[in-house]
């Protein structure tokens, strides 16, 4: 197959990617380093031509509603006009488990991305994810120094790299709407992941646990965030990821 991967030099693309060209696929990739804007759609002209799937893991990094809106509806509607033009057979996209649950913030534009791939013209599948074992790094990244904290929260993550295997699983299966969520083996204790990566990187201060404001601050405590019972799950657990940084 030849698969165009739109965000394939983030977090989750670089999975993708070699996934997919482990598979034996053609891969095209999708982003500002190789010329494609895709919130104005510069540069994606042609770029879909022979492409059979699209996957979609763009990402922007905000807790604004107003600025993840714009981002992910500007990039889904260049994807899925270049797409319909150049008769791509299958867009599939990655998501959140629970985002309606906290529609607000960063959540809010995954919700309108899903709705506009599921209104579009270009057969699709949707896969939700559980939040990444990466998530504990951000959250402890995105406090200033010396001021880092640890939301409560109720999560069950997921190894990046196997969401990535399963993205390239349905790309090859075929359009399947909504597929089944996927999600880590085990619940975790969201606060209890950021002190654990927070002392994995040698950090000693102490990290306060503390309830974060908002709808999705209660989504996470609640659990509304974890996966349903017919969830698949992953293998790797936290403790495995934390085990294998290179600055453990």
């Known amino acids: 197959m030849r698969i165009a991967i739109a965000g394939g030099t983030g977090m989750t693309g670089v999975h993708v990617a070699a996934v997919a060209g482990e598979r034996g696929h ?14 104005s759609g510069a540069g994606i002209a042609g770029r879909l031509d022979g492409i059979d799937a699209v996957i979609d893991v763009t990402n922007v990094t905000t807790s604004k509603p107003d600025v993840s809106v714009s981002f992910f509806a500007g990039a889904t509607k260049s994807l899925l006009t270049a797409g319909r033009a150049a008769r791509v057979a299958h867009h599939v996209v990655l998501s959140i ?7 607000d ?43 880092h904290v640890a939301p409560r929260g109720r999560v069950q993550p997921v190894a990046a790299r196997e969401a990535a295997e399963q993205l390239v699983a349905l790309a090859e299966a075929g359009p ?3 597929a089944p969520d996927l999600g880590g083996p085990r619940e975790e204790s969201l606060a209890d992941m950021v002190r654990r990566y927070a002392h994995a990187i040698g950090y000693r201060a102490p990290v306060p646990m503390v ?19 017919g969830a698949l799950r992953g293998t790797q657990t936290f403790a495995e990821w934390l085990d294998a940084l290179p600055d453990a």
Request: charged share 20%; aromatic share 8%.
């Open 97 to 103: 488990v629970g985002a309606e649950a906290a529609p």
């Open 26 to 39: 053609d891969i095209v990739v999708l982003s500002r380093r190789t010329g494609v804007e895709l919130l």
């Open 211 to 229: 309830n974060s404001p908002g709808a999705l601050g209660r989504a996470f405590r609640s659990g509304a965030l974890l996966p349903g019972r």
């Open 105 to 147: 913030g960063y959540y809010a534009g995954k919700l309108v991305q899903e709705r506009l791939v599921a209104a579009g013209d270009v057969p699709w599948t949707i896969l939700r994810t559980t939040q990444f074992h990466e998530y504990a790094a951000m959250t402890f990244h995105r406090a200033p120094p010396g001021a």
């Open 176 to 178: 399947a709407g909504r």
